[in-house]
């Protein structure tokens, strides 16, 4: 079946600017995770969704950063006023919620965002 | 707060040596526990998870992890590593308390089978 794909592959920006990332999880996978991975670092957590309702929203770096998922399935990444320490790559992963055995994430491919 | 620590940011290995790539986790409370790679330019892709029951876990391409409670490790291993091997290793630790399931990654060890 489908995995968990992500547009676009690659965002090349200019510092000041908006983006939006989108996230599309496997389908009746109700958890969805937002994580960074800068170069040389292991992904860092960002926002978790369970449903449509942020449960976590804990990583995010600062208020440029805003995560929704308004029908439970796609969710969007919105950053405001880009900076060049946003370069990085954002990954997306969902898991099957409900037991122990479920909480596995599987990942996106991720999006590779440059703020020149 | 929970952290990952892999030591070791760079293994080189000659092809069919075996391998352990080490990590360790900060907190003693309940957590699941996985090994991810990581091709080049590509997703992460789980190798194998720690969830509960027998504390040695087989998973895919031959690796095996021991996940060991009191000195809250979770090292990868392969007998025989292959050059196809050759990529970015993440463990990660999950919070079996945190009622989030986030995952907390490790720095990753880059692995480099050499021929």
């Known amino acids: 079946g489908a995995g968990v794909s992500q547009t676009p592959s690659n965002k090349v920006t200019e510092k000041g600017k908006y983006v939006e990332l989108r996230c599309d999880p496997i389908?009746?996978?109700?958890?969805l995770y937002w994580y960074r991975q800068s170069l040389g670092q292991g992904p860092e957590f960002l926002i978790y969704?369970?449903?449509?309702?942020?449960?976590?929203d804990s990583g995010l770096p600062n208020d440029r950063f805003f995560a929704v998922r308004p029908e439970g399935s796609v969710s969007t990444l919105k950053i405001q006023r880009t900076e060049r320490g946003d370069s990085a790559v954002y990954l997306c992963?969902?898991?099957?919620?409900?037991?122990?055995?479920?909480?596995?994430?599987?990942f996106g491919p991720g999006t590779r965002l440059t703020v020149l | 707060a929970q952290s990952v620590t892999q030591l070791d940011s760079q293994v080189p290995v000659f092809e069919e040596a075996p391998v352990e790539l080490r990590c360790n986790y900060s907190?003693?409370?309940?957590?699941?526990l996985f090994w991810y790679v990581q091709y080049p330019n590509q997703g992460l892709q789980l190798l194998l998870k720690?969830?509960?029951?027998?504390?040695l876990v087989k998973g895919i391409n031959g690796f095996e992890a021991e996940f060991n409670k009191s000195q809250t490790s979770f090292h990868l291993r392969k007998p025989s590593v292959h050059i196809s091997d050759t990529a970015e290793y993440f463990c990660?630790?999950?919070?079996?308390?945190?009622?989030?399931?986030?995952?907390?990654f490790g720095t990753g060890t880059r692995l480099k089978v050499l021929a």
């Open positions: 720690y969830l509960s029951g027998s504390t």
């Open positions: 969704f369970q449903g449509t309702g942020a449960a976590d």
């Open positions: 389908s009746g996978h109700t958890a």
């Open positions: 907190s003693s409370v309940s957590v699941y």
């Open positions: 990660a630790v999950s919070d079996r308390t945190s009622g989030t399931y986030k995952y907390i």
């Open positions: 992963a969902s898991s099957v919620r409900g037991t122990s055995e479920s909480n596995e994430q599987f």
